[in-house]
C-alpha cells in the first residue's frame, strides 16, 4: 500500500527496534537505535543513502532525539514549532545542496499542516476502510491541504537563497553547531552564521568571467556572468519541443526543462538576470522564458529582428503585466568594461536567419553565439563583419547542414566549438558534414559532454563538463 518509501522504511525499522528494545530491556540509546537503524536500511538497500527522503528522515530525527530534553517544555503548539525549528536546523546542508534555497514561512506554515494531518487526514484515511462513505469528506480536507500548500508556496518574501554545493561546508555546519549545542558559547552560533553568509556571497568575489552551454537535450541555452557576478546575461531558455501528445499529457506536464537551469543559477546564488536575450522566436530557443521570468528578476528583455510570432507575443504579454522592459534590433549591450555585440546584417524571410548573433570580446577570448542563423546570414555577416579567429563557436543550428558552411568556418577558424543537441534526435543533428567541417576544433556536443563551463582567467581559460 505505502510503496515503501526511504523515509517510511527508516520509521518502520526505527519503531520495530525501539519496541524489541523496550519489551526486554535492552537499555539501548536513541541515538544507537538509529544508528543500527540506518545500518539495517544501508545493508538490504545500499543506494538508500542517496535518496533525500532518507537523509531528511535520519538527520531530523537524530535532531530530535539529541534536543528531546529540549523538546518536552511548553504547550503543545511551542513543542510543535520547537520540533519544526530543530529539524530544519539540523537538515539545513540537505535542503541547501538540494533545492538551494530555504523557505522560512515552513516554521509557521507546519503549525497548520501538522494539526491538519495529525488530527484529521490520518485518522480519516483509517476509518474510510471501514466506512468508505466517509471519502468525500478525507478528499475535501486533502483538497484544502493541497491548495493551502500552493498557496503558501507563492510567498517568496521569506525565501532565503544560499549556494550550499560543498561537502566541506556541510561538516563544518554540523561541527559548529554540535559545539554550540555542547558548550552552549555564542562564538559557535556566530560562526555559524557566518559561515552561511561566507556560503551565499562567495561567488560575488570571484573576478573571472563564466560561460555555461546548458544542456537543455534538442534546445539552446547559455548563460554568461561578469566578473564579481555583477551582471548575468542568458542567451535562450532551452525549450522541449514534443510531439503527438495528448491534450491531457499537455495539461498534467509539469517537469520543465528550465527548471534545471533555475536550480543551476540558484546555486551559484544568482536572484537577478539582467538581460534575457532570445536569439530568435522558435519554441527550443525561447520556449522557458516566462518559466524563468516567473522566477527571477529579469531587468531586461531583447528580442531579434522581424515582426514579434505567437510565442514571443506570449511572453511580451506576461512582461508588459511586470512592467520589464523589452527591446529588439540593438546594435550592443555594456557589460562592465566589455560588450555584447549584435551582428545585424538585414531582415530576412524566416526566423532562423533572423537569429540575433552574438560576438564577445572578453578577457581576451572571442565568443561567437550563431542562435540558428544559416548560410545566407553567414556570408552577410563576413561581407559585413571582420570576424576572424574564433576561440569558442557556438555552432548555429545545432550542428545542421543549413548552418556551418566552408567558407564561413574557414573565415572564422574557430579553436573550440559548441554543439548544444539532444541525444538521438529525430533531426539527425550534428551532421556528419558539418563535424567534417570542423574537424580543427576540439568539439563539446551537449549530447555526450553535458552542460559545459568555460572559465576565463586572464588570457588562458579552464573547460568543465558535467555529464548529461
Not at 475535501?140 to 491548495?147: E, G, H, K, R, Y
Not at 507575443?313 to 560588450?339: A, M, T, V, W, Y
Not at 560576438?359 to 559585413?384: C, H, P, S, T, W
Not at 558552411?405 to 574557414?410: G, H, M, N, V
Amino acid at each position: 500500500m505505502i510503496a515503501f518509501p526511504a523515509s517510511l522504511l527508516r520509521a518502520g525499522v526505527f519503531f520495530l527496534i525501539s519496541s524489541i528494545n523496550d519489551i526486554y530491556d535492552f537499555n539501548i540509546k536513541p541515538l544507537n537505535i538509529l544508528l543500527i537503524t540506518v545500518v539495517i536500511n544501508i545493508i538490504f538497500e545500499p543506494y538508500i543513502i542517496y535518496q533525500i527522503g532518507f537523509q531528511y528522515s535520519v538527520i531530523s530525527v537524530a535532531g530530535l532525539i539529541y534536543m528531546s530534553e529540549y523538546l518536552n517544555q511548553g504547550n503543545y503548539l511551542s513543542k510543535l514549532f520547537k520540533t519544526t525549528l530543530i529539524a530544519q536546523v539540523f537538515s539545513l546542508p540537505i535542503t541547501l545542496a538540494n533545492y538551494f534555497e530555504i523557505n522560512l514561512l515552513s516554521l509557521i506554515t507546519n503549525l497548520i499542516f501538522v494539526p491538519l494531518i495529525t488530527i484529521l487526514v490520518y485518522p480519516l484515511a483509517i476509518i474510510i476502510i471501514f466506512l468508505p462513505v466517509l471519502n468525500s469528506i478525507l478528499a475535501l480536507i486533502v483538497t484544502l491541504c493541497d491548495s493551502l500548500n500552493n498557496l503558501f508556496a507563492q510567498i517568496k518574501w521569506l525565501t532565503i537563497s544560499i549556494p550550499f554545493t560543498s561537502i566541506i561546508w556541510s561538516l563544518i555546519y554540523y561541527g559548529l553547531l554540535i559545539l554550540w549545542l555542547k558548550i552552549q558559547h555564542k562564538v559557535f552560533i556566530g560562526l555559524l552564521l557566518f559561515e552561511l553568509l561566507i556560503i551565499k556571497y562567495h561567488y560575488n568575489f570571484d573576478n573571472h568571467y563564466y560561460v555555461y552551454y546548458f544542456d537543455v537535450k534538442q534546445g539552446d541555452s547559455s548563460l554568461i556572468i561578469t566578473p564579481y557576478q555583477k551582471q548575468v546575461i542568458l542567451i535562450d531558455t532551452g525549450g522541449i519541443t514534443t510531439f503527438e501528445q495528448e491534450s491531457w499529457q499537455i495539461k498534467n506536464k509539469k517537469y520543465q526543462i528550465s527548471d534545471d537551469i533555475i536550480r543551476f543559477m540558484k546555486s551559484r546564488n544568482i536572484n537577478k538576470i539582467n538581460f534575457l536575450i532570445t536569439s530568435h522566436g522558435d519554441y527550443d530557443h525561447m520556449g522557458e522564458a516566462i518559466n524563468l521570468v516567473n522566477n527571477f528578476q529579469v531587468a531586461n528583455v531583447i528580442f531579434n529582428v522581424s515582426d514579434y510570432n505567437k510565442l514571443e507575443l506570449e511572453l511580451i504579454k506576461i512582461l508588459e503585466e511586470k512592467n520589464i522592459p523589452f527591446n529588439q534590433n540593438i546594435e550592443s549591450l555594456r557589460i562592465g568594461n566589455d560588450k555584447v555585440n549584435f551582428l545585424n546584417t538585414k531582415d530576412y524571410d524566416n526566423e532562423n536567419e533572423n537569429s540575433n548573433v552574438l560576438y564577445l570580446n572578453i578577457a581576451n577570448k572571442k565568443l561567437l553565439f550563431m542562435g540558428d542563423a544559416g548560410v545566407k546570414r553567414e556570408q552577410d555577416i563576413i561581407n559585413y563583419y571582420n570576424i576572424k579567429q574564433i576561440d569558442f563557436l557556438k555552432v548555429g543550428h545545432h550542428g545542421s547542414n543549413t548552418s556551418s558552411s566552408k567558407e564561413f568556418i574557414d573565415t572564422i577558424t574557430p579553436k573550440h566549438c559548441i554543439i548544444s543537441v539532444g541525444a538521438n534526435n529525430r533531426y539527425g543533428h550534428p551532421k556528419n558534414s558539418v563535424l567534417k567541417l570542423l574537424k580543427s576544433c576540439n568539439i563539446y556536443r551537449t549530447d555526450l559532454s553535458g552542460s559545459i563551463e568555460l572559465k576565463l582567467i586572464n588570457s588562458n581559460f579552464e573547460v568543465k563538463i558535467y555529464s548529461p
